[in-house]
């Protein structure tokens, strides 16, 4: 076959007697019921990702519209000789959704006198190519010119035929058209090489008389860097104004708001959304790659877990099949529920739990009011999140934690009684009156725009609460002022006591002695932090012992870290040295009494046993010597020496494949080793 460039392969013309079972069975035969809840659930939730991002960085789309729209071609002409430029600080993480340019794009749609042009590092590889695009979507031309054809031109309305990269197009057509801004966008400028960017600008310059040009150019590293790039030419063919628009922690805390709204269907667990909080804070800060995550966990819960089938907003009985019950009852925080109704003081406590075993319609009714509840449950977990952030936010001179970190710590059962939510009952404890009245007023409005029973009856003892508060404090006149009132747990209700004894100083700390009204503030302050605990504690529940929660909360980090953060090295290497593992075959397996150490086996496939022997030799290898040590452990299958060298020259060419070996100059017979395992 050396000598033969190709060859027909002509496959028998009967067909096999007994066709390929292609119809999924078993629990996959729910699978097109799956796909379309993933698609119903992902639609909503992405509708909801993209109104929360439409509202990030308002204020420098305005400066930026307001910039284009002072930059309009006056009717007396083109006054300027320098391309009026704006240059947008995006940050690295400049291409996430609802970018600043895109947005400005939507809005120049419905503007007939103004043409948006992008430009980006895939369409400029050359100066000629970028000037063949920009004229092309400029004009919006379809005369079916190839692009690729360096000698297309193009006939103006005078007769003269132009090349198609001639600016004397784009000129002609803005005065045909009587067009008073050509708005072009530079999307990436680093990945632009510095000497077709710099040609750009020049040539665009020239013809700033007469073409009423204006440049939006992105830039994710600094305006120093860009300089750098530039020539002294295209410089100063530039009227800058520099726009803020680096992507900011709000962009996360939006996005996670939308993944956390009452009508989600598929809530992330604490574990995932740790893993990629960290991730794109470690490499790119933007919410891409919260999105990323979201959206490929409903992609894997909907496609891998058979049991997503009840998410399903329009489920019927009927469309479920048998197995899938006898999965649910597996679970485990199913036998968790069914042993706690057992445990139960319910007089059909019994009946109830029989009644889930052996009827599947109960437990069609049982699952879907399991999984209401448990959402709410999470949702009202989000909910308490808001009352700690207000409370923090009203404390002077405290912090605000984000709300991803609280609902990591909240999912993972480490807020309730945490060190956080001591310290903050303790600083509202020792806040004055004034400052506590605000926080009583703020969570009393909060709470009461919750559906759930914990928060409305906080709201009723806080309303209550505040009252009297605003009773004592308007009865409380220290002097001409109002003073406001202080508590036992104020530091400066105590006072420090210095005394001498044998020549020996003593430190001893007092409480002062509390008016009327501070005793009475101090009681309904404690009062206040008693409601806030309790309330936290019926809230901030262990999701984990909810019932059915692996249905509707998911939490699995291996697939995301396999694909986001992947380590083919590892695999291929792990594939190579264990190759029993994904074959599940006991001939190739470690021999009895040698521990896990993989012994050269003739059954072991031929890439197998080569990389064997390449973890045993040195930096060169000689080919006769490891041809030699190849055949002597193939042999064992009495393979005829034509196989066997066919066996190793396809294992000795997938190994230089992937990288393992290299020819080498210094020796012809021998090959030279790239890659060491565990470097």
């Known amino acids: 076959m ?110 007939s006198r103004r043409i948006y042009v992008p430009l980006d590092s895939t369409v400029t590889p050359n100066l000629k190519a970028a000037l063949k695009h920009l004229i092309q979507r400029a004009t919006s031309s379809t005369q079916g010119e190839d692009e690729d054809d360096e000698d297309a031109v193009a006939t103006t309305r005078k007769g003269r035929r132009l090349l198609n990269y001639d600016l004397q197009i784009l000129a002609d057509y803005v005065c045909e058209r009587k067009l008073g801004q050509v708005v072009i966008a530079l999307h990436d400028t680093e990945a632009i090489s510095s000497d077709v960017l710099s040609e750009l600008l020049e040539l665009l310059g020239s013809w700033r008389s007469r073409i009423p040009l204006v440049l939006l150019i992105n830039v994710a590293t600094s305006l120093d860097f860009l300089q750098q790039r530039l020539s002294r030419g295209a410089v100063q063919s530039l009227d800058g104004r520099l726009f803020d628009a680096v992507p900011s922690a709000s962009e996360v805390q939006q996005v996670f708001t939308a993944l956390t709204h009452l009508d989600t269907r598929l809530w992330i667990g604490p574990g995932l959304l740790s893993a990629a909080l960290q991730r794109q804070s470690d490499f790119i800060s933007s919410a891409d790659g919260v999105i990323e995550m979201a959206q490929y966990a409903y992609m894997s819960h909907f496609y891998a877990n058979a049991l997503s089938i009840f998410l399903a907003a329009d489920l019927k009985l009927k469309d479920i099949p048998s197995d899938h019950f006898d999965a649910l009852r597996n679970l485990e925080s199913f036998r968790e529920h069914a042993r706690s109704l057992m445990e139960s003081d319910e007089v059909d406590a019994t009946d109830r739990v029989r009644g889930l075993l052996d009827n599947d319609a109960r437990l069609y009714k049982e699952v879907r009011r399991c999984i209401k509840e448990g959402k709410a449950a999470l949702y009202q977990i989000t909910e308490t999140l808001q009352v700690v952030r207000v409370a923090q936010e009203l404390m002077p001179g405290g912090t605000t934690a984000l709300k991803t970190s609280l609902y990591v710590q909240a999912l993972s059962g480490k807020l309730a009684g945490s060190t956080l939510i001591r310290s903050m009952l303790l600083s509202v404890r020792k806040a004055p009156s004034d400052v506590v009245a605000g926080i009583i007023d703020a969570v009393r409005i909060i709470m009461a725009s919750f559906e759930d029973a914990p928060a409305r009856d906080a709201a009723v003892e806080l309303q209550a609460l505040q009252t009297e508060l605003l009773q004592l404090m308007a009865s409380s006149k220290r002097g001409t002022k109002h003073q406001p009132l202080r508590s036992e747990d104020d530091i400066g209700s105590s006072t420090v006591r210095t005394t001498v004894v044998a020549q020996k100083v003593q430190l001893s700390k007092q409480k002062s002695e509390l008016s009327k009204q501070d005793a009475a503030y101090t009681v309904l302050v404690r009062k206040f932090t008693d409601i806030l605990e309790s309330y936290f504690s019926a809230t901030l529940i262990d999701v984990q012992k909810l019932p059915f929660h692996e249905i509707f909360l998911y939490d699995l980090k291996s697939p995301h870290r396999e694909t986001f953060t992947p380590r083919p090295r590892h695999a291929i290497e792990r594939a190579l040295a264990t190759s029993h593992d994904y074959l599940a075959c006991e001939c190739c397996a470690p021999s009895k009494g040698e521990g896990d150490e993989v012994t050269l086996s003739a059954t072991q496939p031929a890439t197998a046993v080569l990389y064997q022997l390449y973890l045993e030799s040195g930096s060169l290898i000689n080919v006769s010597d490891l041809w030699q040590a190849f055949q002597a452990v193939m042999s064992e299958k009495k393979k005829d020496d034509e196989q066997l060298m066919a066996l190793f020259q396809r294992g000795l060419a997938e190994m230089r494949y992937l990288g393992l070996v290299k020819s080498t100059r210094k020796k012809a017979d021998h090959i030279a080793k790239v890659a060491w395992k565990g470097l």
């Open 2 to 111: 050396e000598y033969e460039k190709c060859y027909v392969f002509e496959p028998d013309a009967t067909r096999p007697a007994k066709r390929r079972k292609t119809e999924p069975q078993g629990l996959q035969t729910s699978w097109r019921l799956r796909r379309e809840a993933y698609r119903a659930a992902w639609a909503g939730l992405q509708a909801r990702i993209e109104d929360a991002l439409s509202s990030v960085h308002d204020e420098s789309l305005d400066e930026v519209t307001r910039f284009l729209d002072e930059q309009v071609t006056p009717a007396n002409g083109i006054e300027s000789t320098r391309i009026p430029t704006g240059i947008v600080l995006t940050g690295p993480g400049g291409s996430s959704q609802g970018s600043l340019a895109s947005r400005v794009a939507d809005r120049f749609r419905s503007q």
